[in-house]
């Protein structure tokens, strides 16, 4: 605020801003796009160390019928930009309060990197390529077939660098929206091998001519020799 005289007291904060990989955020922003997803009844978004230098974003939802949570994640990506979503999503079955009837953010859990889903081990080769991959950027290790992304703590991150990893080793381009349609190992290797189904094209054979079109390339190198015709490097 402003003193009569002029000078500007810094007073405090006001609202939940929080920074988080450079950026300033607002938790109440993201909590607000969280109760408009289906299948979501209250939220709340907390910043929690990483280490001392890192924080992440953890969510914390009470959920309705229907729920699923690579939806949610999905509606959180076509909304918020990659550094806004939560690092984790938690339900709870209600948010603690304090006597006056406020959020206590102090009794919510901590996040849990664990499953209950059964492991089940890669059946094919492309499987296994992705489980050891999904290992590699989720720093985690023997993950089955049927365990999903998000839980095992993906987020938006580690979703563009799965889609690196996966088309440096195997030649694919993955959408990034399509890991959170696809969020199992399972269910990405079917979509993968559907890209590499219709990766390539037949090449029709051209009409046999005297003289063929040019492409834009050679138009341009035909231009830049017109206007140094004495030069021989065309």
């Known amino acids: 605020r402003f003193l009569p005289d002029g000078t500007i007291e810094y007073i405090g904060r006001f609202d939940d801003q929080v920074k988080i990989r450079g950026y300033r955020i607002e938790l109440r922003e993201i909590e607000t796009v969280l109760r408009q997803a289906p299948g979501v009844k209250e939220a709340a978004v907390l910043a929690r160390d990483v280490s001392a230098e890192e924080k992440e974003l953890i969510a914390y939802i009470v959920p309705e019928k229907g729920n699923s949570l690579p939806d949610l ?108 349609s696809y969020p199992t190992v399972e269910s990405m290797a079917v979509k993968l091998m559907s890209l ?29 020799h017109q206007l140094a015709d004495d030069s021989t490097g065309y």
Not at 112 to 130: F, G, H, K, Q, W
Not at 131 to 153: C, M, P, S, T, Y
Not at 200 to 224: G, H, M, N
């Open 73 to 180: 994640y999905q509606h959180l990506a076509g909304t918020l930009p990659s550094y806004m979503i939560p690092a984790s999503i938690i339900n709870i079955s209600r948010m603690p309060l304090t006597s006056s009837g406020k959020l206590d953010r102090f009794a919510l859990p901590e996040p849990e990197n664990n499953t209950s889903v059964t492991y089940m081990a890669p059946r094919t080769l492309i499987e296994a390529d992705l489980a050891h991959i999904w290992e590699d950027v989720l720093n985690k290790q023997h993950i089955g077939i049927r365990d999903d992304f998000f839980q095992l703590g993906g987020q938006s991150l580690k979703a563009a660098a799965l889609v690196s990893r996966i088309h440096k080793k195997l030649n694919v381009e993955l959408p990034l929206s399509e890991v959170f």
């Open 196 to 224: 590499k189904e219709h990766a390539f094209t037949q090449i029709e054979p051209a009409d046999q001519r005297d003289v063929y079109p040019l492409s834009f390339s050679q138009k341009r190198l035909y231009a830049l």
